[in-house]
């Protein structure tokens, strides 16, 4: 069984350009959770979305970010015209279907650099 | 809202040495909490997951306890190994439907051989 998948793991982008960040979660699973982890700091909650729903975005930056888990295809977290404070390790999660509350399944991050 | 606290952030021990690594957390109503490793630029991966019903869990050489009522948990490494040099993260998810987890900011631990 593959673990969570997330593309690409490295990502540079000067200031103002879009990033695209994708999750593939564990086949079957249909929850998936998106994390931030700043600098020396913890993990960060970003967004939680179901298959075509978002659930839960109180993590979510106002601006410049999306994330949608569409009916196929990966998870996109997408953050338009990127800042150097944009810069940090995104996380996604996954989990299974029925049971939200269930053991997270983490993906290995992208790393994004904001030049 | 729930706030996860980990002490020490950084610790340095010599090889061979057992050691304690805490967490805790403001609010009780927990679902699960989970012990993650870091390596640096790296992934998590998870070393243990202890059920709120739960006191401990064990993997080899680490033992995590919960103490739900007081907001604590430790994560208990037996004869440290250089190895075992990461970063540690506790996790809380709740015990409503949101199902997100709230991390520590984690422990740097170094042993040195």
């Known amino acids: 069984n593959a673990g969570v998948m997330q593309n690409p793991r490295h990502l540079v982008r000067r200031r103002g350009q879009e990033a695209r960040l994708r999750c593939s979660p564990v086949k079957g699973h249909s929850h998936v959770y998106w994390y931030r982890q700043l600098p020396e700091e913890g993990l960060k909650f970003m967004v939680y979305?179901?298959?075509?729903?978002?659930?839960?975005e109180s993590g979510m930056p106002k601006e410049r970010f999306s994330a949608e888990f569409p009916k196929e295809g990966p998870s996109i977290l997408r953050i338009q015209q990127v800042v150097r404070g944009d810069s940090a390790a995104y996380f996604c999660?996954?989990?299974?279907?029925?049971?939200?509350?269930?053991?997270?399944?983490f993906g290995p991050g992208t790393r994004l650099t904001v030049l | 809202k729930q706030e996860v606290t980990q002490i020490p952030a950084a610790l340095s021990v010599p090889e061979g040495e057992n050691l304690v690594l805490n967490c805790s957390f403001t609010d009780s109503a927990i679902y699960n909490l989970q012990w993650f490793r870091q390596d640096p630029g790296k992934g998590l991966t998870s070393l243990l997951l202890?059920?709120?019903?739960?006191r401990e869990q064990t993997s080899g050489r680490l033992n995590a306890s919960l103490d739900k009522s007081s907001g604590r948990s430790t994560l208990y490494i037996a004869a440290s190994q250089p190895g075992d040099s990461a970063t540690y993260l506790c996790?809380?998810?709740?015990?409503?439907?949101?199902?997100?987890?709230?991390f520590g900011d984690g422990t740097t631990l170094t042993v040195k051989p």
């Open positions: 979305l179901q298959k075509e729903n978002i659930i839960d």
């Open positions: 996790a809380v998810r709740p015990n409503t439907n949101a199902g997100k987890s709230t």
């Open positions: 202890i059920q709120s019903s739960q």
């Open positions: 999660a996954s989990s299974p279907q029925t049971i939200h509350r269930d053991e997270q399944f």
